[in-house]
């Protein structure tokens, strides 16, 4: 088949000004909500969007862990490809595809790192073998083989038998604090529902956009 002729008419919802709520974090917990009861795969799976210090962009996905009005948390290594562009601009952007609702969310922000304790909470509470992997990798440096990593898993597990595992000091989470979200509905002839949450002095003030 062409990729042309790739195509699929979204009709399973719309969205309208009177069906959103004024906070944006309120709207946010109802389509997540929604995207957890139709037990959609990895609803919490966001892409995290950065630009390195040379204005290079660049985009991974990682799962979000928590949320509240502060902001949405996510962990990584301190060392990483994504914490080191975070260390020299802090703006960047997450998006959600809740591609069984046809719908997406856009929110951009600032990302900071959230306390030990807020981290150590997180860890402990992961699989000993994802609490292992954490110490295992060098997230985003080159290694010349899979074997590697799999003698450094067994190494750590062999060192932290008798004992917990302790949160590495180059692990932990990001918090992205918003000021602006994009809320997107998929309509019939590319007529999609776009509204945008954008954070002034005077609160959340919501614009309809343009498909």
């Known amino acids: 088949m062409d ?3 790739l195509r699929n008419e979204y009709k399973k919802g719309s969205l309208d000004r009177g069906d959103l709520s ?3 974090f309120a709207q946010f917990k109802k389509w997540f909500d929604e995207a957890m009861h139709c037990k959609l795969e990895e609803p919490n799976a966001m892409d ?3 630009v390195n210090e040379n204005g290079e962009p660049d985009i991974r996905t990682v799962l979000l862990k928590s949320w509240d009005e502060k902001g949405f948390v996510f962990f990584t290594n301190y060392e990483s490809s994504k914490a ?3 260390a020299k601009n802090s703006n960047v952007a997450i998006h959600f595809l809740w591609l069984g609702l046809e719908r997406q969310l856009k929110i951009l922000g ?4 959230i306390s030990a304790l807020e981290s150590l909470r997180y ?4 699989p000993t073998d994802s609490r292992l992997g954490a110490w295992v990798s060098h997230q985003s440096k080159v290694i010349t083989s899979r074997s590697i990593l799999e003698m450094k898993f067994d190494e750590m597990k062999r060192k932290f038998a008798n004992g917990k595992i302790p949160l ?3 692990w932990g989470g990001y918090r992205v604090v918003p000021h602006t979200f994009e809320f997107w509905q998929g309509r019939p002839s590319r007529l999609h529902d776009r509204f945008r949450y954008k954070l002034s002095e005077n609160g959340w003030q919501i614009d309809r956009l343009s498909p």
Do not use: C, G, L, Y
């Not at 600032?110 to 790192?113: D, L």
């Not at 860890?123 to 992961?126: A, G, L, T, Y």
């Open 3 to 5: 990729i042309f002729e």
């Open 22 to 24: 004024e906070n944006p």
């Open 48 to 50: 995290v969007a950065t």
């Open 84 to 86: 080191r562009d975070i």
């Open 110 to 113: 600032r990302a900071e790192k």
């Open 123 to 126: 860890f402990v509470s992961r």
């Open 168 to 170: 590495p000091d180059f």
